[in-house]
T-cell receptor, first 116, second 114 residues
Framework: DGGITQSPKYLFRKEGQNVTLSCEQNLNHDAMYWYRQDPGQGLRLIYYSQIVNDFQKGDIAEGYSVSREKKESFPLTVTSAQKNPTAFYLC???????????????FGPGTRLLVL | QQQVKQSPQSLIVQKGGISIINCAYENTAFDYFPWYQQFPGKGPALLIAIRPDVSEKKEGRFTISFNKSAKQFSLHIMDSQPGDSATYFCAASMWYSNTGKLIFGQGTTLQVKP
C-alpha cells in the first residue's frame, strides 16, 4: 500500500524546544517537499529536496531545518528560532513524469503542531 | 510576481448549482496550473491540471478554463454535490526550474448545501 506517512498527527511544543516531524514515503519518489498551512494563507514552501543529501530552502525556511539521508525519509525540525510554529505541516513527494517534469505532488495526512 | 491570487475566500452553493473559483497570476513563466482539493484534517490531493497550450480541460464535473492573455484560470464544478464541500487551492509552477515547486493560491472553502 504505497503512500506518504506523517507522524505524529498532533505535536505539542514547549517554549525553547526543538521538535521533529516525520515524513516517510514508499512511492520511490525522488523529490520531497515540506509545506506550512495557515488559515487563509494557502500552502507555503519551507524546504524541498530532489536527491539524497541535498535540499533547498523554500519561501519560509527561517526557524526550520531538514535532512535527507535516505530517499524515503525527509524529516523536518522546527527549532526554537521559529517564533510562531503553530500550524498544519504537510509533506509531499513527486516524481518526474513522462514530460520530464515534476508535476503532481502527493501529500501526506499532515501534522498539526501546537505550542504549549 | 511569484504570487497566485485566488478568489473568493469562501463560497456557498446549493446542491446542483455551479461553483466557480478564480485565480490570477503575473509571472508569464508559469506553465503548469493544477487544482488541489483538501478535506478537513487531510492533505490536499490533485483534482485537475492544465497547461497553457489549451483553453479548457474537463474531467467529469470539473472543468478548468484558462485565459492566457488575461493570466487567469478558473475551476468550475458543475452539478455541485455536498461531497464536494472542501477547500480548493489553485497553484502554478515554472517549466525552467524543474524543481516541482508549486506556488499556491490562498484557498477557497466551498460549502455545498443539500
Amino acid at each position: 500500500d504505497g503512500g506518504i506517512t506523517q507522524s505524529p498527527k498532533y505535536l505539542f511544543r514547549k517554549e525553547g524546544q526543538n521538535v521533529t516531524l516525520s515524513c516517510e514515503q514508499n512511492l520511490n519518489h525522488d523529490a520531497m517537499y515540506w509545506y506550512r498551512q495557515d488559515p487563509g494563507q494557502g500552502l507555503r514552501l519551507i524546504y524541498y529536496s530532489q536527491i539524497v543529501n541535498d535540499f533547498q530552502k523554500g519561501d519560509i525556511a527561517e526557524g526550520y531545518s531538514v535532512s535527507r539521508e535516505k530517499k524515503e525519509s525527509f524529516p523536518l525540525t522546527v527549532t526554537s528560532a521559529q517564533k510562531n510554529p503553530t500550524a498544519f505541516y504537510l509533506c509531499a513527494s513527486s516524481i518526474e513524469g513522462t514530460s520530464g517534469r515534476y508535476e503532481t505532488q502527493y501529500f501526506g495526512p499532515g501534522t498539526r503542531l501546537l505550542v504549549l | 510576481q511569484q504570487q497566485v491570487k485566488q478568489s473568493p475566500q469562501s463560497l456557498i452553493v446549493q446542491k446542483g448549482g455551479i461553483s466557480i473559483i478564480n485565480c490570477a497570476y503575473e509571472n508569464t513563466a508559469f506553465d503548469y496550473f493544477p487544482w488541489y482539493q483538501q478535506f478537513p484534517g487531510k492533505g490536499p490531493a490533485l483534482l485537475i491540471a492544465i497547461r497553457p497550450d489549451v483553453s479548457e480541460k474537463k474531467e467529469g464535473r470539473f472543468t478548468i478554463s484558462f485565459n492566457k492573455s488575461a493570466k487567469q484560470f478558473s475551476l468550475h464544478i458543475m452539478d455541485s454535490q455536498p461531497g464536494d464541500s472542501a477547500t480548493y487551492f489553485c497553484a502554478a509552477s515554472m517549466w525552467y526550474s524543474n524543481t516541482g515547486k508549486l506556488i499556491f493560491g490562498q484557498g477557497t472553502t466551498l460549502q455545498v448545501k443539500p
